[in-house]
């Protein structure tokens, strides 16, 4: 049976994300620029999530495709990541600005060809706003995170 990491969690996890957020926020480089935000996120345990780090590709073919999306987070068995197409747990498309905020839909219908069969999370982010999809429950979490200003982070409830 594969396995995701449970989060860690804690004041200092809040306050270095916090941190990783606003510089992510503020890069004004291009976008391929920006994966390795997203990837410090994901495998650096001091943000609160701590996956290992063979379970992040950055910007690398799914195997077996010419899909190449800009994360791919791999779910694990018996410790190790499995670097399959089957096995992509999370996706992620990550664009700079606001693109995501305007265009969240069409790039949706562009980018769901990363989806494999075994991918649970969808994640399409600008530098604003994350939109998150269940993939499995067929749910559209829209926006998960709206970053309204530097500083703060609110999550929408829908």
């Not at 969690?9 to 890069?27: C, E, P, V």
Request: charged residues 25%.
């Amino acid at each position: 049976m594969s396995t995701m990491p449970t989060a860690h969690s804690g004041h200092g996890a809040i306050t270095a994300l916090a941190r990783k957020i606003r510089q992510f926020r503020n890069d004004a480089s291009g976008e391929r620029n920006l994966y390795p935000f997203i990837r410090d996120m994901l495998t650096n345990s001091a943000f609160g999530i701590g996956l290992k780090s063979d379970q992040v590709v950055v910007d690398s073919a799914l195997a077996g495709g010419r899909d190449i999306p800009d994360l791919t987070v791999f779910s694990t068995k018996a410790g190790r990541a499995i670097k399959t197409p089957d096995h992509a747990y999370g996706v992620f498309e990550v664009k700079r600005g606001q693109d995501v905020c305007d265009n969240a839909a069409a790039i949706y219908e562009e980018k769901k060809k990363y989806i494999k069969a075994g991918t649970r999370w969808f994640f399409i982010l600008d530098q604003e706003e994350v939109h998150k999809w269940d993939v499995m429950a067929k749910l559209d979490i829209s926006p998960f995170f709206r970053v309204p200003c530097p500083d703060t982070v609110a999550v929408a409830q829908h």
